[in-house]
């Protein structure tokens, strides 16, 4: 089965431009005009990723991506115009997976298309069981869920991506440059700002106290780690 992609866009060029160039890489391409009718075909039609420009009639694309990611962790890359930083900013933290700047060449969306859905593909390094437990974390690897405290966490792809990362080096300090590469991929090494938007958005779901993290700890000049716990404090109710 071809994997299908909705583009939600309101300009017909751009939307005739991805199309076209998806669809010479065997993408299956559906399309929206608005942020409702985005809506309403990421719900009907079930697409594996979704490109969502982030100026949109009716519903802009920050409130379709907030709204999407109460119930779903389908892949989303936002499309925003050049030097709109804040608009980059305020997509990652409603959950975007990454995004494209316009005007951008078939090559660069391509390549950021292929990582995002490679980012998407449960992660299947060997583990010592299903399920990891990080005091009030659970995660069930075989079915690529998360649950804080017995209640289900809805993540990005990205976002769950990079919490097993964290799972799989449990104690150990990892960089900016070795999350980003193993995340996103080499060319993303030096974008800082995608990592720390994508942590701060991942505490805010999973710590108690995201000012004060107990998960994903900062090591000031070094980098990231989730710290060991002792396993009498695992075992607690």
Same mark, same amino acid.
């Given at each position: %089965?071809?994997? !299908?992609?909705?583009?939600? @866009?309101?300009?017909?060029?751009?939307?005739?431009?991805?199309?076209?160039?998806?669809?010479?890489? *065997?993408?299956? =391409?559906? +399309?929206? =005009?608005?942020?409702?009718?985005?809506?309403?075909?990421?719900?009907?039609?079930?697409?594996?990723? =979704?490109?969502?420009?982030? %100026? %949109?009639? !009716?519903?802009?694309?920050?409130?379709?991506?907030?709204?999407?990611?109460?119930?779903?962790?389908?892949?989303?890359?936002?499309?925003?115009?050049?030097?709109?930083?804040?608009?980059?900013?305020?997509?990652?933290?409603?959950?975007?997976?990454?995004?494209?700047?316009?005007?951008?060449?078939? +090559?660069? %969306?391509?390549?950021?298309?292929?990582?995002?859905? !490679?980012? +998407?593909?449960?992660? !299947?390094?060997?583990?010592? *069981?299903?399920?990891?437990?990080?005091?009030?974390?659970?995660? @069930?690897?075989?079915?690529?869920?998360?649950?804080?405290?017995?209640?289900?966490?809805?993540?990005?792809?990205?976002? /769950?991506?990079?919490?097993?990362?964290?799972?799989? $080096?449990?104690?150990?300090?990892?960089?900016?440059?070795?999350?980003?590469?193993?995340?996103?991929?080499?060319?993303?090494?030096? @974008?800082?700002?995608?990592?720390?938007?994508?942590?701060?958005?991942?505490?805010?779901?999973?710590?108690? $106290?995201?000012?004060?993290?107990?998960?994903?700890? +900062?090591?000031?000049?070094?980098? /990231?780690?989730?710290?060991?716990?002792?396993?009498?404090?695992? @075992?607690?109710?």
């Amino acid at each position: %089965m071809s994997i !299908r992609i909705l583009i939600a @866009d309101d300009e017909p060029l751009y939307i005739r431009l991805l199309q076209i160039n998806l669809a010479s890489e *065997g993408y299956e =391409v559906i +399309t929206a =005009v608005n942020g409702e009718e985005a809506l309403e075909k990421i719900s009907t039609e079930a697409p594996d990723l =979704v490109i969502l420009d982030i %100026m %949109m009639p !009716r519903l802009d694309g920050i409130t379709v991506c907030e709204r999407v990611r109460q119930y779903s962790n389908i892949p989303v890359i936002i499309l925003t115009a050049r030097g709109e930083e804040q608009d980059r900013v305020q997509g990652l933290n409603v959950g975007a997976d990454d995004y494209i700047v316009k005007p951008f060449s078939a +090559t660069e %969306m391509l390549a950021r298309v292929r990582a995002v859905l !490679r980012r +998407t593909q449960t992660n !299947r390094e060997s583990t010592q *069981g299903r399920f990891f437990d990080h005091g009030s974390l659970r995660i @069930d690897f075989a079915r690529a869920e998360v649950w804080k405290a017995s209640k289900p966490v809805f993540l990005s792809a990205t976002e /769950y991506r990079l919490l097993i990362q964290f799972a799989h $080096n449990l104690g150990q300090v990892l960089s900016a440059e070795q999350l980003l590469g193993a995340i996103w991929g080499p060319a993303y090494r030096e @974008d800082k700002e995608i990592l720390w938007v994508s942590i701060a958005r991942l505490r805010q779901k999973l710590e108690d $106290n995201p000012h004060s993290p107990q998960h994903i700890v +900062t090591r000031a000049g070094l980098g /990231y780690l989730m710290p060991p716990i002792e396993k009498e404090s695992q @075992d607690q109710p």
